[in-house]
């Protein structure tokens, strides 16, 4: 039972950080978007496209890394030394990501929460699998 928890939580943290990359890397000079990330204008969204384009690929990677490892677990089996091993570095890379993003202030508390949790869980139900 642990062993799936860790799955469904890796699995929703891989699609977080998709939807993270179609924010950064897609759709960021939509002012919807921007507006999120706390971006003033345009002009601003227009200037930080380059830097954001390429942190959408870097949350990217890390959602392919968590959801090709939860393919390889499924396929070797709950406990496979394989996709357990690429969760854990997925994740833990994940969470390493929001807890330098707390650092750049007070402000990117909320978002790192938000962007750490569900790795967060994920990796502690990796573990305990």
Known sequence: M???LALVFAGLAALLHVYIFVLESVRWTQPKTWRVFG???QRTADA???MAYNQGFYNLFLAIGALVGVVVWIVGGIG???GRTLLCFSLASML???LVLITSGRKYV???AIQGTLPLIGLVL???T
């Open 39 to 41: 971006i003033v204008d």
């Open 80 to 82: 496979d030394p394989v």
């Open 126 to 128: 990796t573990i305990l």
């Open 48 to 50: 930080t496209k380059p």
């Open 96 to 98: 390493a990501a929001a």
């Open 2 to 4: 642990i062993g799936i």
């Open 110 to 112: 909320r978002p790192a």
